[in-house]
């Protein structure tokens, strides 16, 4: 499935919003593993970038199918991790 950064972030942006005007963080947050990552991942970077009170991200890298849900690594996938690598390089530093 392919979901933008848009479409899951704004409403939870515009709730953080409406009690503070204080920059803040995405926690715990990934990409869906399949045919879409590394899209996803482009995106997600992109989108933190783009937004400017949103100053970053912590990266959830788990895998819970021990437990019989998703596994959120990226590991396995070559070109969501080829893209995770660039977009994280590309992160401002300053």
Request: glycine share 4%.
């Amino acid at each position: 499935m392919d979901v933008h950064f848009d479409e899951i972030f704004t409403r939870v942006f515009d709730r953080i919003r409406s009690f503070t005007s204080r920059p803040f963080i995405i926690s715990e947050t990934s990409v869906q593993p399949g045919p879409y990552a590394a899209q996803c991942v482009q995106d997600l970077f992109a989108g933190v970038k783009a937004t400017p009170d949103l100053v970053g991200l912590i990266w959830f890298d788990y895998n819970k199918s021990s437990v019989g849900r998703e596994d959120w690594r990226l590991q396995d996938d070559a070109v969501a991790v080829t893209a995770f690598r660039q977009a994280a390089k590309a992160w401002p530093t300053t």
